[in-house]
C-alpha cells in the first residue's frame, strides 16, 4: 500500500520561499504519476504541478509557472515542490498526490489521482 507524507510548509512573507517534500512508503512504480495540489478555505483542491518518473512535468497553475519547480527523487522516493516568489494568494493546504492510471500526469485534476497525504499547510503574509 503506498503511503504519502508531507513535510515543510510553514510561514513565510511575501517573496520568500519555501520547499515541500512528500516521502513515499510502499511500493511504487514508472507507471505512477506524481502531483502537488492545494486548497484555500472554502475553495476546491486545484491542481498545481505533477510529475511523471520519466521526469515529464506539467503546471496546471498558470500564475506558479516561473516560481514553482516540481521534481522527483526516484531513489529517494521523495517528491518536492520547490517554492520561490511566495504571495499572499499561495497560502493553502498543500497536498501530494499519486496515482497508478494510465493516461498522462497533468491537467487531471483532484479526481485523477487516487493517493493522498494528509497535507501541509503554507501561510505566506504580505
Known amino acids: 500500500q503506498v503511503q504519502l507524507v508531507e513535510s515543510g510548509g510553514g510561514s513565510v512573507q511575501a517573496g520568500g520561499s519555501l520547499r515541500l517534500s512528500c516521502a513515499v512508503s510502499?511500493?511504487?512504480?514508472?507507471?505512477?504519476?506524481m502531483g502537488w495540489f492545494r486548497q484555500a478555505p472554502g475553495k476546491e483542491r486545484e491542481e498545481v504541478a505533477t510529475?511523471?518518473?520519466?521526469?515529464?512535468?506539467?503546471y496546471a497553475d498558470a500564475s506558479v509557472q516561473g516560481r514553482f519547480t516540481i521534481s522527483l527523487d526516484n531513489a529517494k522516493k521523495t517528491l518536492y515542490l520547490e517554492m520561490n516568489s511566495l504571495r499572499p494568494e499561495d497560502s493553502a493546504a498543500y497536498y501530494c498526490?499519486?496515482?497508478?492510471?494510465?493516461?498522462?500526469?497533468?491537467?487531471?485534476?483532484?479526481?485523477?489521482?487516487?493517493?493522498w497525504g494528509q497535507g501541509t499547510q503554507v501561510t505566506v503574509s504580505s
Open positions: 498526490a499519486a496515482d497508478d492510471g494510465p493516461s498522462g500526469c497533468g491537467f487531471r485534476g483532484a479526481r485523477g489521482y487516487n493517493i
Open positions: 510502499g511500493f511504487i512504480d514508472s507507471s505512477y504519476c
Open positions: 510529475i511523471s518518473f520519466g521526469g515529464y512535468r506539467t
